[in-house]
């Protein structure tokens, strides 16, 4: 008997036949699933249930439930740039400013990278963050070298962004389409030295991405009204599948 979360006919089936047979001798058994496209296209992470009933003419020596957890595919390759690793590593570049992002991967084209993670309850969405609880951070958009000078550093920022960029299809099966920078407001952590407290950056902006190159392009505007420089800084940046030689 299969239960859980979303469990239904059109959501995931049981391929193997019910009685589940097990050969005289056999220690083990496949029971056989298949994931159909979920009725919830907002709900990417579901879980299931699988209870062998017991009867008055067998004895189950082990437990009898196994709790699983399975996903409905993104409809965009999100994978090429949040693999599914402990820390996915995500190269990118920027020109710190409103000019084109330079070629090459000199210290002009803005180096970095950070921990970027495919959304598990969101189809199509890409967050950065530190995936370790606790203060664990991770350099989104260079803002640890952006904010170096208002006394920020790698170890305080504890900048985490669950979700950032929403990849959206140009049509149906199309390997390329826009980017939406989530809009949000990110709070940075100065070093505990400097005695300043924490303070918060707008983001907002737009792109494309295509998953035939493997290059995300977005320009992200800050709000840096708490730092005194407006409300609209433009920055452009790189997010590339492969890091630049």
């Given at each position: 008997e299969i239960s859980g979360d979303g469990a239904t006919e059109t959501d995931l089936r049981i391929l193997t036949p019910s009685p589940l047979t097990i050969p005289a001798g056999a220690t083990e058994a496949t029971i056989r699933l298949q994931v159909a496209d979920g009725v919830d296209p907002e709900r990417l992470e579901r879980m299931g249930i699988?209870?062998?009933?017991?009867?008055?003419?067998?004895?189950?020596?082990?437990?009898?439930?196994?709790?699983?957890?399975?996903?409905?595919?993104?409809?965009?390759?999100?994978?090429?740039?949040?693999?599914?690793?402990?820390?996915p590593i995500l190269w990118g570049y920027t020109s710190f400013g409103p000019e084109p992002v330079p070629e090459g991967s000199g210290l002009d084209a803005g180096p970095h990278f950070a921990f970027a993670y495919a959304s598990r309850t969101e189809p199509n969405i890409i967050g950065m963050f530190n995936a370790v609880p606790g203060t664990s951070s991770t350099n989104a958009l260079n803002m640890v070298r952006i904010y170096a000078d208002d006394e920020v550093s790698s170890a305080s920022a504890r900048i985490s962004i669950p979700e950032l960029f929403k990849l959206i299809p140009e049509s149906e099966g199309a390997t390329f389409g826009r980017v939406?920078?989530?809009?949000?407001?990110?709070?940075?952590?100065?070093?505990?030295?400097?005695?300043?407290?924490?303070?918060?950056?707008?983001?907002?902006?737009?792109?494309?991405?295509?998953?035939?190159?493997?290059?995300?392009?977005?320009?992200?505007?800050?709000?840096?009204?708490?730092?005194?420089?407006?409300?609209?800084?433009l920055r452009r940046y790189s997010y590339e599948s492969k890091k630049r030689e």
């Open positions: 699988i209870e062998i009933l017991e009867d008055d003419w067998f004895e189950l020596t082990e437990r009898r439930f196994y709790n699983f957890v399975y996903s409905v595919p993104h409809t965009a390759a999100v994978e090429l740039w949040a693999p599914n690793l402990a820390f939406e920078v989530i809009e949000q407001r990110v709070t940075i952590t100065r070093r505990s030295s400097s005695g300043l407290p924490p303070f918060q950056i707008g983001l907002s902006g737009s792109g494309t991405y295509d998953e035939d190159t493997g290059i995300i392009l977005v320009d992200v505007f800050f709000d840096e009204t708490e730092l005194g420089n407006g409300a609209s800084v």
